[in-house]
């Protein structure tokens, strides 16, 4: 009875923050409140424009400060004196692991799981990663006309984060499903069977991850989960075990999903960049860059003040929220010659955030980048001619920018 309580109210306060959020929207045409309205999830990025032009820093409808600027957005990211956690919150494991932790609890689980994503150790993953994508290019083959999100973005990486953290085949399939309704909770619970549906995903995948880890002290094996519970209780505490490693599971497959389909619409709406990885497959390096910048994976995160900071003029009060827009920071013209063009030969590629920056910067960015490069590539070798074949969907989400549906002919 005392959950079904704090999920009305819950519900409630979601409830009235869009009321509020859509009323400035609509009747004051507040951009920050637009973000959250049909247009702005569609398409944000004349919206983060419009932000950039308002000042480096704006205020939101809920009291807070939001930023599409480039300087701005790195420098709260790497400022010590922000954080992900509220500073007056008690301590405790949070929901996602270390996602939601700030140092020292932060740096020692990042710690434990960082091994198996060190540059040279995603190299060795390269075999797994071609191997892969061939085996669903093959099916793709054979299919004619495909959606490429079910076809390979989403199992590509579900395939590999499952071997690396050693989680048996025949849990694949449950494992997007509740992945999907967890990352779907980072744009908060839309309503109480919202909420219902993240505490049942939450719990079955609690349950599957038992299963794992009972059979790997049984038998251990060469794979992650088997390296974090030989640091159980040492290093990590038996609590800290299931949210760290559902993250691990869910980041690992949600941001190259994305990244994937988004990389390919783009290729496919510039037929000239098309061109030039289908006559060079080599750039798809530079491929998967430009799609982080053009358009993230990832479009925001938010920080915390934990003391009073002056950023950019603007004094950001202790437990004040900064919504840091990443995917209006990558179109930033300050940084990028003209940000709203996809092109291959940028001169800086690399300086995007779309993988955040400072201590949260992503530990599986490079895992992220093989797999989408193996990807692209091998789309431009084996399908020169691929072209849309259908009526794409986005998803519907704020914080994770992608494809639901992507139907293509080869």
Known sequence: MGRVRALAGFGA??????????????????PVALLQLGPGRSDPYPVYARIRATGP?????????????????????RDRRFGVSDPDAPPGPGGLSFLEMDPPDHGRLRRLAAPAFTTARVASYRPLVEDTVHQLLDDAARQGSFDLVRTLAKPLPVAVITRLLGIPEEERGPLVRHGEVI??????????????QLMSSSRELEEMLGRVFAARRAAPGEDVITALLAAEEAQVT?????????????????????????????????????????????RAAAVVEE?????????????????????????????????????????????????????????NPTDHLAFSAGPHYCLGAALARLEAAVAFAA???????????????RRPGRTLRGFATLPLSR
């Open 13 to 30: 306060q979601v409830y009235g923050a869009r009321a509020r959020f859509a009323w400035h929207g609509h009747v004051r045409r507040d």
């Open 183 to 196: 990352a779907g909770g980072l744009d908060g619970v839309r309503s109480l069977r919202h909420a219902r």
């Open 379 to 393: 789309l431009a070798e084996r399908f020169p001619a691929l072209r849309p074949a259908g009526r794409r969907t």
């Open 57 to 77: 820093l704006v205020p939101t409808p809920l009291g807070n400060r939001a930023s599409a600027s480039h300087e701005v957005c790195a420098a709260v990211l």
């Open 238 to 282: 038996p609590a800290e075990l299931v949210p760290m490693c559902t993250l691990l599971l869910v980041a690992g497959f949600e941001t190259t999903v994305n990244l994937v389909g988004n990389g390919v619409h783009a290729l496919l709406g510039h037929p000239d960049q098309w061109a030039l990885l289908r006559a060079d497959p080599g």
């Open 291 to 347: 799609t982080l910048r053009y358009d993230s994976p990832v479009q925001r995160t938010v920080r915390l003040a934990h003391e009073d900071v002056e950023v950019a003029g603007t004094t950001i009060r202790r437990r004040q929220a900064v919504l840091t827009l990443l995917g209006g920071a990558n179109r930033d013209p300050r940084v990028f010659a003209d940000p709203d063009a996809f092109d291959l030969t940028r001169a």
